[in-house]
């Protein structure tokens, strides 16, 4: 049977205000003819459906829009959700898609056995049986007595996520003896190589789970949340699909992908490339190299080319800044867009406080930048600043998800 991972498709993102969904259009264009191509049975796509739990309906309609393109090529459909979904919002249509041959799994359902999803062949026997494991939310993996200090939490936490995968290759194991079994999952695992536009997750990353806890059972495990394309160390193989479109400039020298596994062949993947149909590109100097590179750039690409511009200059100059704003402002050459610029001083010659005003925006910072930076402040002994960064992270994935179940 050949199955094809992906991953990460935030529905609706914007880049700095920039509309990407011009991009998933053409993705998904290419992913139908590749379908084709190669004669794929089954799409499993590893969660972040969505880049805000409560999409426009412009995304929602560009969603089922991509799941209708694909159900006509006659391809059954996996789904699962991801830190940024609403399980809620996705598991709404789920009946009625599971008529369509397309199984979607918003969150942990009660009972585990929902996840388990078998996959017949053409003889109408099961082939391959998929644990659909969405997104692990902390209730989905520990009790309040579960912990006490932040060690003890991100051990609850570790350990959650290890039974779970233990208990879904039991019922595997159970239901289908013999039977080859794949797992998704979304989550952090140690040693991934992150970008700037994942979510911090599980206490802020800081419960990063070891692969090796996935065990040995599954012959495959399709893994999301990492946007950057890579295998983590497990007893099996176990793959990042990685995001099928640049989300942050820090993706922009990524070879995004898909991973095609035949079962007749082995589970290790075969990878496939994605044509890019827009270039990210990232330009620095001072202010005359800076006029020099925007004068002589080419665009190469489907689409307009996204820039993020950085003014280094060694000394703090006003009129550099001033400058510098009127070169953003009046440029305007076709095909290109300057969605993101800041400036760098290397000798900060005014009062910190000062030159932080004009060389950071407030929508660059992070929440967590700017704690840590408070507290850089506080004389707190080593414990002390480690739970009260444990603390905050918490409150802010909380935070987080409320706003995102209220707004539904």
């Not at 912990?147 to 051990?155: C, K």
């Not at 270039?279 to 690409?301: D, F, I, T």
């Not at 009062?351 to 005003?357: D, H, I, K, T």
């Amino acid at each position: 049977m050949k199955i094809l991972h992906t991953a990460d498709w935030h529905i609706g993102k914007k880049l700095h205000k920039h509309d990407l969904s011009p991009d998933f259009d053409l993705f998904i264009n290419w992913l139908c003819t590749t379908i084709e191509e190669h004669g794929v049975e089954v799409l499993l796509v590893s969660g972040d459906i969505f880049d805000l739990a409560n999409p426009s309906s412009d995304a929602r309609k560009q969603y089922y829009r991509a799941l209708m393109q694909l159900k006509k090529l006659n391809c059954k459909l996996i789904l699962t959700g991801g830190n940024h979904d609403s399980p809620a919002m996705l598991d709404a249509p789920k009946e009625i898609l599971r008529e369509l041959e397309m199984h979607v799994i918003g969150g942990l359902p009660p009972d585990l056995e929902e996840v388990i999803i078998p996959l017949k062949g053409k003889n109408g026997n099961v082939e391959i049986v998929i644990a659909a494991l969405p997104f692990l939310r902390d209730a989905d993996l520990r009790t309040a007595g579960d912990a006490i200090t932040y060690e003890d939490r991100l051990e609850a936490i570790r350990k959650g996520i290890q039974n779970i995968f233990a208990n879904s290759a039991l019922l595997c194991k159970e239901k289908f003896p013999e039977i080859p079994a794949i797992a998704m999952g979304h989550l952090f695992a140690a040693g991934a190589e992150t970008s700037e536009s994942e979510r911090d997750i599980q206490i802020g990353n800081q419960a990063a789970f070891n692969a090796l806890q996935f065990g040995d059972y599954f012959n495959y495990i399709a893994l999301g949340h990492i946007h950057k394309p890579q295998r983590v160390n497990a007893a099996v193989p176990a793959f990042y699909s990685g995001s099928p479109i640049p989300l942050s400039f820090s993706e922009r020298k990524d070879e995004k992908r898909v991973l095609l596994i035949n079962s007749e062949a082995g589970f290790i993947p075969e990878s496939i490339p994605i044509p890019s149909s827009r270039r990210l590109l990232k330009l620095s100097g001072n202010l005359e190299e800076l006029q020099l590179k925007l004068s002589g750039l080419e665009n190469h690409g489907e689409l307009d080319s996204l820039l993020e511009v950085i003014l280094e200059e060694d000394t703090y100059d006003a009129d550099k800044i001033f400058r510098f704003d009127e070169l953003v402002s009046a440029f305007n050459t076709p095909g290109f867009e300057i969605v993101k610029h800041r400036t760098n001083f290397v000798q900060k010659l005014q009062g910190a406080s000062e030159l932080y005003q004009h060389t950071v925006k407030l929508e660059d910072l992070s929440p967590a930048e700017v704690f840590l930076e408070l507290i850089k402040k506080q004389d707190y002994d080593k414990d002390t600043h480690t739970e009260l960064i444990g603390a905050f992270n918490e409150l802010l994935e909380q935070v987080q998800y409320n706003d995102n179940e209220e707004s539904l």
